[in-house]
């Protein structure tokens, strides 16, 4: 990465250079202009007058009238020194290489007085620019400006100058703990100062220890503590994603203080950086306060491979023959990249108790007693079943958080109407159809239900046996059905094969919508309807459907015969029918 990161900033500063000599230049040409005549009018002509000058001497001269008569000798004087100051610098700035000034120091007051000392170098420059160009307009007043430019400092400059400026850049040690590297980082990013801060990262680990000591030393969460700063540039980025020199080179080029979270693997694998970024273990993000007012709008990670999934996956075969869809999650990256082999013992054969680490991540708490997920892994093409630590366990769960809140702030797991429609096979004709049938169950099913309470009905089942009372209701029924309140046929096929809410009953007890709001939203009377069925898998409406304080949520049938441990689902499904 550092050999990557000299390239770099050797082409993107040597761009950077040549603005600001042209800016220089852009300054110094009447002066130097006027001289370069004087200069050839001396060399060509003897000091007494002639009358016979070419063109090219009658200008400058021209041009050494409109000058000195806009200029007291004192002025012309300062002038001369303003001129020679600049000139001065940019023989240095030609003689310097382009690149920022690299500062590996942790010392928050050295930093700072390096910063000034930097800027102070430019701000003096770009004083006297103004200077100079104020003079040679004819518009410096000495009683105004004097005083306004002799306190003058990098904090008068403009967006556009500070833009000219090589950067002051700080490496963050990433060796230290994480709670040293963002303490240093919070001093740094909250002076004030435009200082940018380069953390490559080298040292992910799994340490022993889980909780806050685990957090505290696991350091791809930088980028993610940037975030909470708001007012600062922050870029979290592996070499793999596209334009990353020009990502790069954005965030040294802010005008604000900036926090660059990098990947520097482990080692000369390439593999390792692309994993870091598939597993969500090191997500791409950019969050850039300059391009709106809320965070959706500053944030970024549409670089990120398959930003709308919790997971990105891969087809490996199974031992016993077939395929599985395997998820790569922080189990994958701890056992290719991190070489944590100790933190997982083989598996011949997964059994009942031993769900896929994808599916157990989806579970609540309760659900996971006395389960041991597994995962696959291939290695000289073969595949191997493991059961991972609880270390392990512990950080793909942290990741899978850590990926949906940022899937929740960047606003990925809220998708455009258009990007919904786009995503099903159905026309628009056939989607409008299937709305309309699911609304038309939701009323029938709903006054069905409503009747059956007025009439005291289950109650009364209830009272007179229990599970063993059948009570015919095939009169009501077929009333119902006369009047068009009949419920859909449970195996009937088409729209009833959909999910559908008796909306009426909704309490908006947020049960549905905190579980996917792609699927579950609410309408304009802050009731529960089903927005779009194909939102999320089975599963979530099924989990839906047993979080729901008034049980008025129907999974229907799957949509999605290929889903993972759809018998499972069906059979708790069932009961809501």
Known sequence: MKQRLEKIFAQGFQDLQQQLLQRIAASLEPVEAWLRSEQEAERQHPPAPDPYLDERILRGLLREINIRSKLSHAEWERLEEVRARIDTVRAQIQDQAPAPLLLDQNDPAQIQQAFETHYGYYAELFRDLRILDLSLAGEYLPELHDSALSAFSWKELTDREMALIPPLVVFLATERPLVETTALALKLLTTGLPLKLLALQQNIQTPRETGRALAHRFHPDLGFFGLSLRSAYVLQATEDIESFDQEVMAALRSPRPALLSLWD??????????????????????????????????????????????????????????EEERPLTFAEFAWHVLDQKEEFAPLNEPGPENPSLADYLEMETDERHHLRPYILVSEAGETRVLLPSNNILYQCQDRMRLWRSLQSLAGADQPSEDAAVAAREDSPQEIAGRIAAEREQAVAQALQTLSRKLLGLEEMELALGGEDFKLDLRGLDEALSSSGTAPPATGAAGPSDLPWIETKLCTACDECTNINKRIFVYD??????????????????????EKCSAAIIHPGKPLDPKEKDLAKWIKRAEKYQ
Request: aromatic fraction near 6%.
């Open 265 to 322: 693997g482990t080692g000369d694998d390439p593999r390792q950086s692309q994993l870091a970024l598939a597993s969500r273990v090191f997500p791409y993000l950019r969050y850039d306060p300059e391009l709106g007012l809320d965070c959706t709008s500053c944030l970024e990670i549409g670089k990120n491979p398959h930003p709308e999934t919790a997971w990105v996956s891969e087809i490996l075969p199974l031992p016993g023959g077939g």
């Open 524 to 545: 304009k009377e802050k009731q529960a309807v089903i927005k779009n069925p194909r939102g999320g898998p089975f599963r979530d409406i099924v989990k839906a459907a």
